[in-house]
């Protein structure tokens, strides 16, 4: 009887101890809850999102976190002129104009491996950020169209110069529509 | 105060967790590569341990041992740390971004660190009170500190060095924490508890 009384003990003891700290925690877990960087996220939202890493952060979001401390807003190179207009309007600042590492052209592009020059070096595999080429050591390499996003680092460390960007043609399919964007009011 | 004193000492150097008892040695080995890894894990080892020090005499005190549950000290102090680091977590991602960004990923291997149970443990074994008990904890905690950072200096050194092949990394690891602990072994007479 007593062995039954010490065990139902133990278990009310250590069970009632841990829901008085599941309490706690689910307590603070509420009350110390982190929202993120409400202009990070919103700068973040108007990036492009290729990870292209040439405005020299690691990724789109470490980019807009340091927008969000007062970093340079004309960074972004595959964003071009219309994503600085947006982050200035955003940021309440005048739009700065380009910086040496952009495009003019910024209309979409992806890559393209001319195969018959390929070497098959992977220095390319290693320049993607977004794993869109496939290939291996000596074995002619080549572009997952669906999936490049056009950042053209794969470019540069190509030693025989295969690598071409071609510009994607605007066609029905691929038309983005965004008719959202266009604003319905009623008229008197 | 005396007494105070010589019991942090005493844990600092001459009853050194890592080097003389052997606890911790996981982040002992594992974080030290980096003397910038070393002190973020240390200084979060020394909150969590002191917190939990505190928190497990209490709870052995006021609950475990009026009730004569004392053999449920190991599971109880396990919950109680793991509730210690996680809400530590919590309270620190909210206060302090910098310290978070610091302490971030090794707030939640402290979990795992034998010290800090073994310092809860030892805190009812050796029967200390309330005071000591932080002290205790806290001195743990300075001392394991201490020989994580100079170990992650010296693993720095011993980088650049020119090691013959067969100790080349873990193995010229291993004995370097050997010759540490034997040097702390000449602690071993300064403090007679």
């Known amino acids: 009887m007593s062995l039954i009384m010490t065990t139902l003990m133990a278990i009310l003891v250590l069970g009632s101890m841990a829901l008085i700290f599941g309490a706690i925690l689910g307590f603070a877990s509420v009350k110390f809850h982190v929202e993120g960087d409400p202009l990070a996220e919103q700068v973040d939202a108007i990036l492009p999102q290729t990870q292209c890493g040439q405005c020299g952060y690691p990724g789109c979001k470490p980019y807009a976190e340091a927008v969000a401390n007062g970093e340079a807003i004309n960074k972004c190179a595959p964003g071009g002129e219309d994503t600085i207009k947006k982050i200035a309007d955003l ?4 739009p700065p104009p380009l910086d040496e590492n952009h495009d003019t052209d910024n209309s979409p592009k992806v890559a393209f491996i001319i195969e018959e020059d390929c070497i098959g070096c992977t220095k390319c ?6 794993d869109a080429i496939l290939g291996t050591t000596k074995q002619m390499h080549t572009i997952i169209a669906d999936e490049c996003t056009g950042c053209d680092l794969c470019v540069e460390p190509c030693p025989v110069d295969c690598i071409v960007m071609i510009p994607i043609p605007k066609t029905p399919q691929n038309w983005q529509w965004d008719l959202n964007n266009i604003p319905v009011v009623q008229l008197d | 105060m005396t007494d105070y004193l010589l019991l942090l000492v005493g844990t600092v150097l001459v009853n050194n967790f890592v080097l003389v008892k052997f606890l911790g040695l996981c982040p002992f080995m594992g974080v030290s590569s980096r003397t910038e890894t070393a002190i973020g894990m240390s200084f979060a080892t020394t909150f969590v341990m002191t917190i939990a020090s505190l928190l497990s005499y209490i709870v052995n ?29 919590m309270v620190v991602h909210k206060t ?6 610091l302490l971030g990923i090794f707030l939640p291997l402290i979990t795992t660190n034998c010290a800090v149970l073994g310092v809860a443990l030892l805190n009812i074994y050796d029967q200390h009170n309330f005071l000591e008990s932080i002290v205790y904890g806290f001195g743990a905690a300075v001392g394991f500190s201490l020989v994580l950072i100079m170990f992650s200096a010296m693993r720095e050194k011993l980088a650049n060095a020119d090691i013959p092949k067969p100790f080349k990394g873990s193995a010229i690891a291993m004995i370097t924490a050997g010759l540490m602990s034997l040097a702390f072994m000449g602690f071993s007479g300064l403090v007679k508890l």
């Open chain 1, 91 to 94: 940021m309440g600042v005048e």
């Open chain 1, 125 to 130: 595999i290693q320049a993607c950020p977004v």
């Open chain 2, 61 to 89: 005190t006021y609950i475990l041992a009026p009730l004569g549950l004392e053999y449920l000290t190991t599971m109880m102090f396990i919950l109680v740390i793991a509730v210690v680091v996680q809400f530590t977590e």
């Open chain 2, 96 to 101: 302090s971004a910098n310290l978070y960004r």
